[in-house]
C-alpha cells in the first residue's frame, strides 16, 4: 500500500513539474491564431505522435490535404508526421531537453521544429540542416510563417 501511494505521489509530481504555466499557454494561442489564418495547413495542439514510446508537441502543423478525420477510429498514437512541430518551453522545463527532443522528431520525419523560449523571445528552429536560432522576428519554415514580433511586443 504504502509503495502505491509513492507511486502516485511521484506521479503526480512529475505531472505537476511538467504543467505548461500561464505564458506558456498565451503564446501556444497566439502561435495557433497566426497558424489558423493560412488556409493550406491544419495546426493541432498536444497531438500525440507515434514516435518512440509518443511524443507530443505543443503543436503539430500538417498540410490539409494530408489528414482527414475518420470519427469512427481515433488514433491515440497519429501515424503521420507533421511538416513543423512546435514546443513552448513552460518555466519547469529544460531547454536541453527540448532540443534533443526536437532532433529526435527531425530524424523520425518532421521537416522543422520551433523551440519558443519565452523569457528571451528565442525561436530555435531545429532541421535536417541544423539548428538556426531567431529572436523576436517573423519565422518561416516549409511556407509556414509566424511572427513573433506580434506575440513578444
Known sequence: M???VEEI???SQTEENEMPSFNHSYICNRVLRQLFENEAIEALP???LDIDKGI???ISVFEKNTIKPNFLRDFVRFPEMPIIAIEVISASQNI???LEKAELMVNNGIKAVWTIEPFSGSIFVTTKAGEEI???QEVE???IKVDFKQIFG
Do not use: I, R
Request: proline share 5%.
Open 141 to 143: 519554415s516549409e511556407n
Open 2 to 4: 504504502l509503495a502505491e
Open 134 to 136: 531567431f529572436h523576436n
Open 56 to 58: 507530443t508537441p505543443d
Open 46 to 48: 498536444e497531438l500525440t
Open 9 to 11: 505521489t511521484d506521479l
Open 96 to 98: 536541453q531537453d527540448l
